[in-house]
């Protein structure tokens, strides 16, 4: 069984795809753009985007009765591998004990021209 979890402190999908998916013990979030889902906009620079990123995950996982300590794994996609330092640091503020397992890598464009999009897989 598949259950789709959403909260509209989260942006909503932009497509054909859920918030995230519980399934099996296992909680799957989809990747999340810094969009503010109040004002629908995204902050500037790097720093504030992945701010912006983590509290729609952290809304996302709430929303499935977790926390950022539920975190397993984590993919990290940045527009620029120049701005791995700036996302790392607001990252690394999240996660307090264990860390999950992650990756981060450059792809050649996000969504919407965001700087960063991260999305996670946490154990429920």
Do not use: H, W
């Not at 918030?19 to 099996?24: D, L, R, V």
């Not at 977790?66 to 591998?81: E, G, H, I, P, R």
């Not at 791995?84 to 004990?97: E, P, Q, T």
Request: glycine letters at 8%.
């Amino acid at each position: 069984m598949k259950k789709a979890i959403a909260t509209t402190k989260a942006p909503g999908a932009i497509g054909p795809y859920s918030q995230a998916i519980a399934a099996n013990g296992m909680l799957f979030i989809s990747g999340q753009l810094p969009i503010d889902p109040v004002t629908g906009t995204m902050p500037e620079g790097v720093a504030a985007q992945t701010e912006q990123s983590m509290k729609n995950l952290e809304a996302i996982l709430n929303e499935a009765g977790c926390t950022f300590d539920n975190v397993v794994k984590s993919t990290c996609y940045l527009a620029d591998m120049s701005y791995f330092g700036d996302m790392n640091a607001v990252y690394a503020k999240y996660f307090k004990g264990d860390c999950p397992a992650r990756a981060a890598f450059a792809v050649k464009e996000l969504p919407k021209k965001a700087l960063v999009e991260i999305e996670m897989i946490a154990a429920l």
